[in-house]
């Protein structure tokens, strides 16, 4: 469910994958993958961290971020 919403978010996004990868330290090769949805099991801690940043919003689990 995060997975797909992020994936939404993503392809509505106006920024450009290259400003994502670097604002989100994520390669841009893994968010076109992502994107296209090639990824089954893209990682938890890359979705989270993803989806904080396009949705704005906190998910709040109760752990740190590095």
């Known amino acids: 469910m995060l997975k797909e919403k992020t ?24 968010l076109y993958h992502l994107k296209n949805d090639y990824w089954d099991d893209p990682g938890v801690l ?3 961290r993803l989806y904080e940043y396009l949705s704005g919003k906190s998910l709040n689990l109760g752990r740190k971020r590095k």
């Open 46 to 48: 890359k979705i989270e």
């Open 7 to 30: 994936i939404e978010l993503l392809k509505e996004s106006p920024k450009p994958l290259p400003k994502i990868a670097k604002d989100c330290k994520l390669k841009e090769r893994w």
